[in-house]
């Protein structure tokens, strides 16, 4: 079982920045990907980044060049960097973390909305 619990979520206004943390309570080289997704209201879940145990990033169309995603391995905490912040960025954003045996894991979220 992999405890992940997510931070940073806020009320920004639009062009804006956040930086969401997800510390994880194991070792980050354990889990062989770690992500973020996003849910906006009343939409499914979707795929914002994710970053592998060799640090391979992938982002999803809408992520690149406004989020950057990294991991520290000395906190074992993954970041998901958010700038240039849209009002479709609204929703809650949830930390995974899947092992070499495919088993995954999902925090409870971080509200994170944007408005003026």
């Known amino acids: 079982q992999v405890q992940l619990a997510e931070f940073g979520g806020d009320l920004v206004q639009p062009g804006g920045s956040l930086r969401l943390a997800c510390p994880a309570g194991?070792?980050?080289?354990?889990?062989?990907?770690m992500a973020w997704y996003h849910q906006a209201p009343g939409k499914q879940r979707e795929f914002v980044a994710s970053m592998t145990n060799t640090f391979a990033a992938n982002y999803a169309d809408a992520a690149k060049g406004r989020f950057t995603i990294s991991r520290n391995e000395t906190s074992n905490t993954l970041f998901l960097q958010m700038s240039s912040l849209k009002v479709e960025d609204t929703g809650l954003y949830y930390c995974?973390?899947?092992?070499?045996?495919?088993?995954?894991?999902w925090g409870r979220g971080t509200q994170v909305t944007v408005s003026s």
């Open positions: 194991e070792k980050l080289s354990k889990l062989y990907v």
């Open positions: 995974y973390a899947q092992l070499a045996d495919g088993s995954g894991f």
